[in-house]
């Protein structure tokens, strides 16, 4: 009992202890919790103290560009920001605003301030909150027009980064130019009443605008771009977004002067005309590669005609074959060069030449890994390619078709664990059927059978035994405790004599 207690009283000190070092490891990663966080705290003092100095030098230089008139208004509308973007993103729209200024007058110079903001904080609700609450007193739809400006300035930043010269990216950034340019034409001239009554409309569009804005932004490589303007999801955006703007010149063309209305025609004379070129999904591996053959030979002949040697001709003497002149276009459309094109990037190539623009299902994805990247090496090579080419074109199904039968043909650990255990449990059932066992009802019925015949048979045995009762075995269990007794006194009395 003494050692017991003993043990208890180590066992409680002991636990004391632990507690207080667990205690003070606390203490102490609190403590260092805090003077990071208060480290960070004068960090990010010192970096918003920067980002005013900053933007004070800028709200000076771009007042002394603009009228009197117009100081007021642009200082507020920069004040917005204040303590709500960093040193840079300053910097960079401030610089922004300058180059655009001189060729601007009115409430365009404010909506490009206002765009410019937005763009260089990337799009941030803070500050596209503060832009549009500074606005909103000067016209109700300026706030739009800043937004949608600013939607158009991120589409357009986002092509430059890009550097393809694709022509669907062509025809996107000159419609959205002269979009711009007829917003900011507008934003001066139409009126408060006229502001008012076509609110809904200014709003619907840049509702749209954001939305292709959006597409943009989820695409931000190159060879993502490319893809995403051959889509069907985009190409409806972008109807949406010429339609809301025909549907709001329409409705303005009664707010404005005869002078602004024919600088409005001006300006979307070919609005409505600027088409992309979308990629139709097609459903057979005749079709793929007619369009294949048809892509290989419209490169060539633009090739030719912007007077760039061809060093390959793409008809039938071509001395590289047709898998390897696809090949070099996918690494074309991936940016890099004559390397290796890394597979996450040959993905969207792949769905951009194959799959019309629209993503592969994972299956299909699957398939196409283990078909031309087995070894897992991350990258797809030239011999890779040719190689997967191949089999396919041999398989003489469609594309779709001929991952799904390689992803088939290659199941997951997961989908090989629930074919055996779909196996065994077939087995199973067809031993259980030989046996007259169909359902659960009957493995039930089976062992209450069994039960059953157990207790019958017990019975039978004790039957023969003469025992027919619980009473007649309390009997026969007293006669042998009776017996066993009388033969325990026989041999006492036997050891005594």
């Given at each position: 009992v003494v050692m017991g207690a003993a043990g208890s009283v180590q066992a409680e000190v002991a636990q004391e202890n632990i507690q207080g070092h667990v205690e003070d490891g606390s203490e102490t990663?609190?403590?260092a919790v805090d003077r990071v966080e208060a480290i960070e705290s004068e960090m990010e003092?010192?970096?918003?103290?920067?980002?005013?100095i900053a933007l004070d030098r800028g709200i000076a230089e771009i007042s002394e560009m603009v009228g009197d008139g117009s100081k007021a208004a642009v200082t507020s509308l920069m004040e917005s920001v204040r303590n709500t973007m960093t040193t840079e993103e300053v910097v960079s729209a401030?610089?922004?605003?300058?180059?655009?200024?001189?060729?601007?007058?009115?409430?365009?110079?404010?909506?490009?301030?206002?765009?410019s903001l937005q763009?260089?904080?990337?799009?941030?609700?803070?500050?596209?909150?503060?832009?549009?609450?500074?606005?909103?007193?000067?016209?109700?739809?300026?706030?739009?027009?800043?937004?949608?400006?600013?939607?158009?300035g991120a589409v357009a930043y986002a092509f430059k980064l890009s550097k393809e010269q694709d022509e669907n990216i062509k025809t996107v950034s000159l419609w959205m130019a002269s979009v711009k340019d007829w917003l900011l034409l507008v934003s001066s001239r139409v009126d408060k009443s006229a502001a008012a009554s076509t609110v809904p409309l200014f709003e619907g569009l840049q509702d749209?605008?954001?939305?292709?804005?959006?597409?943009?932004?989820?695409?931000?490589?190159?060879?993502?771009?490319?893809?995403?303007?051959t889509s069907t999801s985009f190409e409806r955006d972008f109807t949406r977004a010429k339609d809301a703007v025909i549907e709001l010149k329409t409705a303005l063309r009664d707010y404005l002067d005869q002078e602004s209305q024919d600088r409005q025609e001006?300006?979307?004379?070919?609005?409505?005309?600027?088409?992309?070129?979308?990629?139709?999904?097609?459903?057979?591996?005749?079709d793929q590669l007619t369009q294949i053959q048809e892509m290989l030979i419209a490169q060539a002949k633009a090739q030719q005609q912007a007077d760039i040697p061809v060093a390959v001709p793409v008809d039938s003497t071509s001395v590289r074959s047709q898998e390897e002149e696809v090949y070099s276009n996918i690494q074309r459309a991936a940016g890099v060069g004559e390397k290796d094109v890394p597979f996450q990037h040959?993905?969207?190539?792949?769905?951009?030449?194959?799959?019309?623009?629209?993503?592969?299902?994972?299956?299909?994805?699957?398939?196409?890994?283990?078909a031309i990247d087995r070894e897992n090496t991350g990258t797809v090579s030239k011999p890779q390619w040719i190689k997967f080419y191949r089999q396919w074109t041999e398989s003489k199904v469609a594309i779709e078709q001929y991952l799904n039968q390689v992803a088939e043909a290659n199941p997951t650990l997961c989908v090989r664990g629930k074919r055996l255990s779909n196996e065994a449990r077939l087995k199973a059932k067809a031993a259980l059927a030989e046996r007259g066992i169909h359902s659960s009802a009957d493995?039930?019925?089976?062992?209450?059978?069994?039960?059953?015949?157990?207790?019958?048979?017990?019975?039978?045995?004790?039957?023969?035994?003469?025992?027919?009762?619980?009473?007649?075995?309390?009997?026969?269990?007293?006669?042998?405790?009776?017996?066993l007794s009388n033969f325990g006194r026989s041999l006492f009395t036997k050891q005594s004599t």
């Open positions: 990663i609190q403590s003092k010192d970096n918003i103290e920067v980002s005013n401030v610089e922004e605003i300058k180059s655009c200024i001189p060729s601007l007058e009115g409430d365009a110079v404010l909506v490009t301030i206002s765009a763009v260089a904080a990337d799009m941030a609700p803070a500050v596209m909150a503060s832009v549009g609450g500074a606005l909103v007193a000067l016209g109700e739809h300026l706030p739009y027009i800043g937004v949608a400006c600013a939607a158009i749209a605008l954001l939305k292709i804005s959006t597409h943009i932004d989820t695409r931000s490589q190159k060879w993502r771009i490319t893809k995403m303007l001006s300006a979307l004379a070919n609005i409505s005309s600027a088409q992309i070129d979308t990629n139709e999904k097609l459903t057979s591996m005749e040959f993905v969207v190539v792949f769905e951009t030449f194959f799959c019309g623009g629209a993503d592969m299902p994972s299956e299909q994805r699957r398939g196409l890994k283990i493995v039930s019925n089976r062992a209450r059978q069994s039960v059953e015949d157990a207790k019958n048979a017990t019975k039978a045995a004790l039957a023969a035994r003469g025992i027919e009762s619980t009473d007649d075995a309390k009997k026969i269990i007293a006669a042998k405790a009776s017996e």
